[in-house]
Nanobody, 120 residues
Framework: VQLQASGGGLVQAGGSLRLSCAAPGRTFSSYVMGWFRQAPGKEREFVAGISWSSGNTYYADSVKGRFTISRDNAKNTVYLQMNSLKPEDTAVYYC??????????????WGQGTLVTVSS
């Protein structure tokens, strides 16, 4: 599944952005989808996950209460709403298929990421 993340940009600390993820020609109905991020010089880390079928979600502690993952069945798109952004949220954000609900491990290849830069 080739996933395409979009919606990144430059935002001031305290601001908001909404990221989108789609896979042209594919459906997510049986998957657990997730968002990851990779900051400069750091390893890629899990951010949030969602069960496409149930809509249940889970988050990394660092974003809990600020970020919200959601999905739109009709558009076959998964979103990451990011509020109260901090400079430490600066990273390239990727979406991915997760192994199972609750997992922080992605499966398959990494698609195109989107850069989020938060200025102080």
């Amino acid at each position: 599944v080739q996933l395409q993340a979009s919606g990144g940009g430059l935002v001031q600390a305290g601001g908001s952005l909404r990221l989108s993820c789609a896979a042209p020609g594919r459906t997510f109905s049986s998957y657990v989808m997730g968002w990851f991020r990779q900051a400069p010089g750091k390893e890629r880390e899990f951010v949030a996950g969602i069960s496409w079928s149930s809509g249940n979600t889970y988050y990394a502690d660092s974003v809990k209460g600020r970020f919200t993952i959601s999905r739109d069945n009709a558009k076959n798109t998964v979103y990451l709403q990011m509020n109260s952004l901090k400079p430490e949220d600066t990273a390239v954000y990727y979406c991915a298929v997760l192994k199972y609900y609750g997992s922080r491990d992605a499966i398959g290849s990494w698609g195109q990421g989107t850069l989020v830069t938060v200025s102080s």
